[in-house]
């Protein structure tokens, strides 16, 4: 596990396997020090295969093997090879049956891979490469087949035993112990195999699918997490019922089971019909959830069970098309969240998701392209890239091709590729075929990483003339990939008029339109319109987000104002605050000095929308906030991230400063938003409220203090009692300390809701932040082999504590440095996830990148882990 530099895996070496795996059978004597595992299964020669006689590759991680034969017999002398991948066996003859007993212990299991413990029950995670540390197997996800799973365990430590499919058998056995056999008859590859053996309550529900079947589910959690169960179960069928109504997708199986483990480190995993989830993606309840917690749970169940056809039903041939699978189920999840939400503001969310952290991801030393072509360790590439980027692919292709076009698109694709492992080529080919487009210039956004920057342009005649837009593009050098070709971005603008309503104009032998998509595919292209029925006021540009590029439009700044002021496009709108706001931050920082016009302008468009009664509450919410430092600091070369920090914040003071009376006339029309209700405009208008509430404080409003603490001490909610904290976690005041110690004595015993006390008390920046570091990692609720409590206390620290993370003295970097060391010898994944925050050290002024990067070339120098070695050695590189 912990070897020397990492040998790359590379796309064009691709070859399909030489053998096929025609059935498995898999037996496991469960138990946590030391599992027992039969694996028996019967292999035929792939006639597709590239040599004839090429020996069986099956891989093994920390695998014991105790013993193997080939149809009944042991292999002749030096036919089974053991090496440092696993086994390699020589001289088969066109089809074998195997069988192999081989051992691994579950309880030493930390780095959460394979077959684990968790709190006294075991579990697996096998994507992308766990199932290699069960048992010896061609574990790769182009091996397909039907497995059949038999579980024996003490019956009274392990009560529950399940896996993929349906359950065929089950029984009582001598030694007090019991078995139960499992059956998947799907395909699968081996990485979506599962089994739970435990203690624990079941709490069930029914779906009735579009053709009538009825579905059982089943939601495993421990007991006393018994009635934290409702929203999660809920979502699922909503999300069954989205799929059949939006995709025309059922599910397949007659029960869907989803377990819920304390020590996880993913969000969640789409196993056949056994999902493994995070227990922070399952349990809510009023008390313990906030409303954003609702919603991330809605979005992940909806997630992992739109894996069923995006990823399960129609696989990855190989690793390299993670974003086949994951880029189209968050396009799905996405799609079906909007439909949960309101007003766009799903929409908006995505993308400030995207520019602060994929983004960056795509400008720094750890850019790859969707479709990478080589990796050293795979499990760095579940990245915001893959996933995020990957769904706004699907989104463009829709938008290309219309939405009808794509459905049917995907129709074609899931009953063409139904049981087989396919790559992102195939799905475009069939999106090219369904279309009649050629689609290869597209294929670029796979292969080419990097943001693209788009300048636009504009001239226009008068009312009933003709207006000119020209769009240009490039893409900046990643790391591999020095020159860069043009993408095919599609563009949505549209043209308002005084009022905000829509111009109407039409292209060369086109239609009379007022909103067009605008097709950039060369470097520069010029696209003309005439007859405008108006003339323009403003260009409402990049619609929708229609592309994940960085747009430079040149607006002014009374244009950005009139498109705060009336924008029907919900993303347009909020951009436009964000461009002021951009601008302000920019001017900060490059002349060492407000620009007090611009300021001035902003806040008094910012005044404009607090009068407007028009505008919904989760959509001012939204608009209101500032960008992050992190996505701020893409604006620069290089910036000090702690003035950058402080400049962020003092400007959030001077503009809502002036407007405190202003929020506080909102503020009554929202006194009854604690009141129990889950709908969409409920969530919102807490959102409004906990936002105005926070803006007061940060403007130093001297009545927001004790209104923080009103509401935290009335609150019946978990949202409301966050909404107060949230707010004066900045403040350096008794306040903040009364509420969080209440906080902790109240949530000591309940980890999920002491993972936000950690985040809150990791990152603010009130003075003595190493202090309360030093108390977290004391405190008895932490542990480090719980990826939640280490991601509360080290995430926040990195990502919000600007000001010790960035100590000049380096303190924070070192801190950090220790923990990814210590975590790495533990848990590598989580590790090297955990590390990447470092890694942007060219992002930082130079006194502290070149100290971040001393930290980095200290882990380098120390025998890490693989996962973590990839990380460090590219961001060195
Ligand atoms: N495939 C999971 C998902 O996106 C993520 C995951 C990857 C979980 C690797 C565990 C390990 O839904
Ligand atoms: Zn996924």
Known sequence: MRDASPLAVYLNDYQPPAFVVESLELDFDLAAAATEVTTRMAVRRNPEAVEPDAPLRMYGDGVELVSFTVDGAKPAEGLLEQDAEGLLLHGLPEAARLEIVSRCHPEQNTQLEGLYASSGNLCTQCEPEGFRRITFFPDRPDVLTTYRVRLEADRVQYPVLLANGNRVEAGELDGGRHYAVWEDPFLKPSYLFALVAGDLACQRDTFTTMSGREVQLELYVEAHNADRCDHALASLKRAMRFDEEAFGR??????????????????AMENKGLNLFNAKYVLASPDTA?????????????????????????????????????????????????????????????????????????????????????????????????????????????????????????????????????????????????????????????????????????????????????????????????????????????????????ITAHQKGGEVQDEWVLELSEGEQTFRFEELSDSPTAISWLRGFSAPVILNANQGVDELAHLLAYDDDAFARWEAAQTLFRRAIRSRIEHDAADTALEAAIEHALAALLRDDAIEPVLLATILQLPPTRELAELFERVDPVRLRNERDDLEKRLYMPLTDAMQQIQPKLDDVDNGAFTAEAMGRRQLRNRLLALRVAARDQAAVPEALAQYQKARSQTMRMGALNAVNELDHEARQVLLADFEKRYRDDPLVLDKYFGLQAGSQVAGGFERLDALLEHPGFRWTNPNRVRAVLGPFMARNERHFHQDDGEGYRRMGGFVEKLDAMNPQTAARLAQPLTRWRKVDTGRGEQMRAELERLAALEVSRDLRDVIERALA
């Open 250 to 267: 059922e599910y397949d199986l007659d029960v869907y089971m989803i377990v819920a483990v304390d020590d996880f480190n993913m969000g």
């Open 290 to 502: 906030t409303d954003d917690d609702f919603v991330a749970i809605e979005s992940v169940i909806a997630h992992e069970y739109f894996h069923n056809w995006s990823g399960n039903r129609v696989t990855c041939r190989d690793w390299f098309q993670l974003s086949l699978k994951e880029g189209l189920t968050v396009f799905r999840d996405q799609e079906f969240t909007t439909d949960c939400t309101l007003f766009g503001v799903k929409r908006i969310d995505d993308v400030a998701m995207l520019r602060a952290f994929q983004f960056p991801e795509d400008a720094g030393p750890l850019a790859h392209p969707v479709r990478p072509d080589h990796y050293a360790e795979i499990n760095n590439f579940y990245t915001l890239t893959v996933y995020e980027k990957g769904a706004e692919l699907i989104r463009m292709l829709r938008t290309l091709i219309g939405r009808e076009t794509f459905r049917r698109g995907l129709d074609v694709y899931f009953e063409r590729f139904d049981g087989q492992a396919v790559t992102t080529d195939d799905f475009v080919a069939v999106m090219a075929e369904v279309s009649g487009r050629n689609l290869t210039p597209f294929k670029r956004w796979y292969t080419q990483a990097g943001t693209p920057r788009v300048t636009a342009a504009t001239s226009f005649d008068g009312p009933g003339g003709q207006a000119r837009i020209t769009l240009t593009q490039e893409t900046p050098p990643t790391p591999g990939q020095e020159h860069k070709e043009p993408v095919v971005i599609p563009m949505r603008v549209a043209f308002l008029d005084a009022e905000g309503r829509r």
